[in-house]
């Protein structure tokens, strides 16, 4: 698939002489969904900032639609929609002349059709006419995303959308950026909720400490660095395990009526067979087994206290 | 060009003075108009005529003139620090804009705005004193200059501030005394001769004295030289703007 967003050795100091990011290499797909996890302070604003425009890069270069960032940057910024972390948004503004006010600065003729579409989708429509200080903090970052939306972007970058979102909205948030990808939008999002990356994004890059750790499809990232959890339900209650089971990183759980184990699914040899076969000589009577993939959340924090 | 995002950007600022009538439009109408009944009709009834005009009318340029820079430079001022404070800026420095666009758009909608003003105070002066204008044409030029000259200067201003205090140190410490000391109120002549020589120093002398000449044909200043400081200035500020806004400063890191 074609690559919309392409960044090269890009590295960026701030006057302060903070660096907040280490000769960073990334391609975006076209019609993707790509999460850029990270904790705070990782770099994740700086890297779609420079892209954005909003942030001069110090070393690098960056292509959005094979077109620089810097040499062509009213081609490449006109294919950007851009939804900030935070909620910048001028409070005393009516809601539908803020929205046209950014597809105008984006140099598109008026076209209240395309708005009044854009609102009625994000379920703005009825609060058009109210002044941006009268809305919710969730109607705020809709506001934020029909802005970003209004000029037609092909790109769509989302820096921590539903950050102080609650779950319901966060949810709501979800089904948005689907639709969006499903009408050609590319979607990139920054975020430090893991689950968010985990219900939604097809591919993920983890970045600390401004350099860019992995960058991999969801599935196989947590297929191929997460760790598989084997919890055996046992008949009778155990205060401490048998000395015989020493050698396996077992943990007692739910009161003593479980052990969990921890095992690598790359490994050639899981030791599930001779776990069970010594729990058997051991005496111990097993009710139930069951088996469940690390989250990415876990990966997450085993890459980032790697680095 | 981009013209919509000129458009864009010239009428969301002209539509915060439609949200902010009283204080953009209302406020420096109303000061103005103090200064005409105090100055002009009470104290100016015991003052002789001055180059052979009332005090009352004498005034009324160099009013004109201080009202017209002060709130040229509030205007541009705090409408690109507003966006800078809220954060809003972003969208602007993330549009494909150019930088000379940005600024044809928010300094041509603060001159605007300090034209409308001046407009409605030179109405209102003629309720208040009499008043000829012998060179309307050089008047209106004059008005327009000074209106893109102080908000270039303002924009400056707004530009490298990072706060309210910084946005307000220059217009009150240093334009205020520069208008009420640049002969808005008197005529140089009037000064002793050491204040004289002090107050060539001061550029708002020369815009208000070439004011005053396209009013009644007389003032302390040749006219020339005071068009010629009015463009030299209104070239320092394009080059100031074109330096910060191109290095970014204030705005981009």
């Known amino acids: 698939m074609q690559n919309v967003v392409s960044v090269k050795n890009l590295s960026k100091?701030?006057?302060?002489?903070?660096?907040?990011?280490?000769?960073?290499?990334?391609?975006?797909?076209?019609?993707?969904?790509?999460?850029?996890?990270?904790?705070?302070?990782?770099?994740?604003?700086?890297?779609?900032?420079?892209?954005?425009?909003?942030?001069?890069?110090?070393?690098?270069?960056?292509?959005?639609?094979?077109?620089?960032?810097?040499?062509?940057?009213?081609?490449?910024?006109?294919?950007?929609?851009?939804?900030?972390?935070?909620?910048?948004?001028?409070?005393?503004?009516?809601?539908y002349n803020n929205v046209s006010y950014t597809r105008g600065l984006y140099g598109k003729p008026p076209n209240p059709q395309h708005i009044e579409k854009i609102l009625k989708d994000l379920s703005l429509w009825d609060k058009k006419d109210s002044k941006i200080n009268e809305l919710s903090g969730g109607m705020k970052r809709r506001v934020l995303i029909a802005k970003a939306l209004s000029h037609e972007p092909s790109v769509l970058f989302l820096d921590e959308p539903t950050a102080g979102v609650d779950v319901e909205l966060r949810k709501d948030m979800w089904e948005v950026i689907k639709n969006l990808r499903n009408k050609g939008v590319t979607i990139i999002l920054t975020t430090h909720y893991i689950e968010e990356a985990e219900a939604i994004a097809d591919r993920v890059a983890v970045?600390?400490?401004?350099?860019?750790?992995?960058?991999?499809?969801?599935?196989?990232?947590?297929?191929?660095?997460?760790?598989?959890?084997?919890?055996?339900?046992?008949?009778?209650?155990?205060?401490?395990?048998?000395?015989?089971?020493n050698n396996y990183k077992l943990t007692i759980v739910n009161d003593g009526l479980s052990i969990d184990y921890q095992y690598d699914t790359q490994s050639k040899q899981t030791g599930i067979t001779s776990l069970l076969q010594d729990m058997k000589e051991a005496g111990l009577k097993l009710k139930d087994l069951n088996t469940e993939q690390?989250?990415?959340?876990?990966?997450?924090?085993?890459?980032?206290?790697e680095k | 060009?981009?013209?919509?995002?000129?458009?864009?950007?010239?009428?969301?600022?002209?539509?915060?003075?439609?949200?902010?009538?009283?204080?953009?439009?209302?406020?420096?109408?109303?000061?103005?108009?103090?200064?005409?009944?105090?100055?002009?009709?009470?104290?100016?009834?015991?003052?002789?005529?001055?180059?052979?005009?009332?005090?009352?009318?004498?005034?009324?340029?160099?009013?004109?003139?201080?009202?017209?820079?002060?709130?040229?430079?509030?205007?541009?001022?705090?409408?690109?620090?507003?966006?800078?404070?809220?954060?809003?800026?972003?969208?602007?420095?993330?549009?494909?804009?150019?930088?000379?666009?940005?600024?044809?758009?928010?300094?041509?909608?603060?001159?605007?705005k300090s034209l409308i003003v001046g407009v409605i105070i030179l109405i209102t002066a003629t309720f208040f004193v009499e008043l000829e204008i012998q060179y309307p044409l050089l008047m209106l030029f004059l008005l327009v200059l000074t209106c893109l000259t102080f908000s270039l200067f303002g924009f400056l201003i707004g530009l490298l501030s990072e706060n309210f205090e910084q946005l307000q140190v220059v217009p009150l410490i240093i334009v205020t005394p520069l208008v009420f000391l640049g002969g808005s109120l008197y005529t140089v002549e009037m000064l002793p001769e050491f204040w004289q020589n002090v107050t060539y120093f001061n550029p708002v002398l020369y815009l208000v004295n070439g004011m005053r000449w396209s009013f009644y044909g007389a003032s302390d200043i040749n006219i020339w030289v005071s068009v010629i400081s009015l463009v030299a200035f209104l070239s320092i500020c394009v080059a100031g703007v074109a330096i910060a806004i191109t290095k970014g400063y204030g705005t981009k890191e």
């Open chain 1, 207 to 245: 970045i600390n400490k401004g350099e860019m750790i992995v960058v991999d499809e969801t599935s196989n990232l947590i297929k191929s660095l997460g760790q598989k959890t084997l919890t055996i339900d046992l008949h009778e209650t155990i205060t401490t395990l048998p000395e015989s089971l």
């Open chain 2, 1 to 112: 060009m981009n013209f919509y995002a000129i458009r864009a950007i010239y009428f969301h600022e002209m539509d915060r003075m439609r949200r902010t009538l009283f204080q953009s439009v209302l406020s420096p109408v109303l000061s103005t108009s103090l200064y005409f009944i105090v100055f002009g009709s009470v104290i100016g009834g015991m003052i002789p005529q001055i180059e052979g005009v009332s005090y009352g009318s004498f005034i009324v340029p160099g009013l004109l003139m201080l009202t017209l820079l002060t709130q040229s430079i509030s205007n541009s001022s705090f409408g690109i620090f507003f966006p800078k404070f809220t954060g809003s800026i972003y969208e602007v420095l993330a549009a494909p804009i150019s930088s000379l666009e940005i600024i044809i758009g928010f300094v041509g909608a603060s001159a605007t």
């Open chain 1, 294 to 305: 690390s989250s990415l959340e876990k990966i997450f924090v085993e890459l980032v206290k």
């Open chain 1, 13 to 95: 100091t701030y006057s302060n002489q903070f660096q907040a990011l280490n000769n960073i290499n990334l391609d975006i797909k076209q019609n993707e969904i790509f999460a850029l996890l990270g904790p705070n302070g990782a770099g994740k604003t700086t890297l779609i900032s420079i892209i954005c425009g909003i942030v001069t890069p110090s070393i690098g270069t960056v292509e959005v639609g094979n077109y620089d960032i810097i040499k062509d940057y009213r081609k490449t910024r006109s294919q950007i929609g851009l939804v900030p972390q935070e909620l910048t948004l001028e409070q005393f503004e009516i809601v």
